[in-house]
């Protein structure tokens, strides 16, 4: 997990290089509590006539920090009659499934989100998808990065943004400690309590620090139809052993949060706070067995969707 500056020269992400396991895990509880892979006004919208519509069988979607592409894959799944071409972009292209295994009209490239698009692209897409991108964008970052994602849509496309906030921890079984759990969570509140120009580190995008709000920032991009839908992970219950879901998801985010406090050694300074690598790794297996014991996390997941107004001078935002 490697630091990088981007050319800003901003206070800036850590260059989290995900573990493509945990990220297709977390797609599956993800998309269990939204309920959906692409917002249902989004589908009405664009199998209707009124839709941006042209002669070009199946719509055109973009995924913005795509990952493994699980997210994109599973669009092609579930939605085989709607999809024409589908692309994933992202900074690196550690995560890209190979080539070989791919379907013809899925595509993966390397693009930075923060930089302008290839002019082929500008102004192609119906659907342009970005989710959990947030340690990778400061606050100050959101408007111009959602600017730059608008850039990509046809008049009348739609831009899909989420993302988390309102992380908790809680005991299923009476007694149970959650220490370890908390103490990671904690962990990353310096990261998270600095302002408007840094990183939004866990889970923090409804948060109104800063006083940046990302669904007032698509309004302000003249998005119309701007609509916000909020789902607590808390409507996920355990099964039995083997679908235990709940559980699954709760190990899953703590690991995404030990990967940003180890990340963060390449970034600050952590060992001024009294954090070391063993001492990191020792809470990580602690916060593990409190998991098995019954404690769980809820968080919500934010969907936030808007669409290009069409008319003319619309092509760009
Ligand atoms: C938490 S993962 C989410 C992956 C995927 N969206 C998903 O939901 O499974 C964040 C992704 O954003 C990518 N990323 C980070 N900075 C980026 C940037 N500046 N431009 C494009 N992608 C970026 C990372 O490489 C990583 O794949």
Not at 21 to 43: A, S, W
Request: net charge negative.
């Amino acid at each position: 997990m490697a630091q990088t500056k981007r050319s800003t020269g901003h206070a800036i992400s850590p260059d989290i290089v995900e573990a493509t396991e945990r990220l297709d895990e977390q797609h599956i509880f993800t998309t269990k509590t939204l309920g959906f892979l692409i917002h249902p006004n989004i589908i009405t919208s664009l199998s209707s006539h009124d839709g941006p519509g042209d002669d070009t069988p199946g719509l055109k979607v973009a995924d913005i920090g795509t990952g493994t592409g699980i997210w994109l894959l599973d669009v092609a799944k579930t939605y085989p009659s709607l999809c024409g071409q589908l692309v994933g972009f992202d900074v690196t292209f550690s995560s890209f499934p190979s080539p070989g295994e791919l379907p013809s009209n899925i595509t993966f490239n390397v693009q930075d989100m923060h930089h302008p698009f290839p002019e082929s692209e500008i102004g192609t897409y119906d659907i342009v998808a970005v989710r959990f991108v947030s340690s990778a964008t400061s606050r100050v970052e959101w408007e111009s990065t959602a600017k730059n994602l608008v850039t990509l849509l046809k008049p009348g496309g739609w831009l899909q943004w989420i993302d988390s906030c309102n992380f908790s921890l809680y005991c299923s079984v009476p007694g149970t400690s959650r220490k370890a759990c908390q103490e990671i969570w904690d962990g990353l509140e310096p990261y998270r309590l600095k302002g408007g120009d840094d990183l939004v580190i866990g889970l923090m995008m409804r948060e109104g620090r800063a006083g940046v709000n990302r669904e007032d920032i698509g309004k302000g991009l003249g998005l119309v139809e701007v609509h916000e839908d909020v789902f607590s992970s808390d409507r996920l219950q355990d099964g039995p052993p083997g679908l235990e879901i709940r559980k699954m998801g709760t190990k899953n985010v703590m690991e995404c949060f030990v990967g940003c406090l180890e990340s963060l050694f390449g970034a600050e300074d952590l060992a001024v706070n009294g954090w070391t690598r063993d001492k990191i790794k020792g809470l990580e297996k602690q916060a593990m067995e409190e998991i098995e014991k019954g404690v769980y996390h809820t968080l919500d997941q934010v969907c936030i969707i808007g669409r290009k107004a069409t008319g003319p001078g619309s092509r760009t935002a």
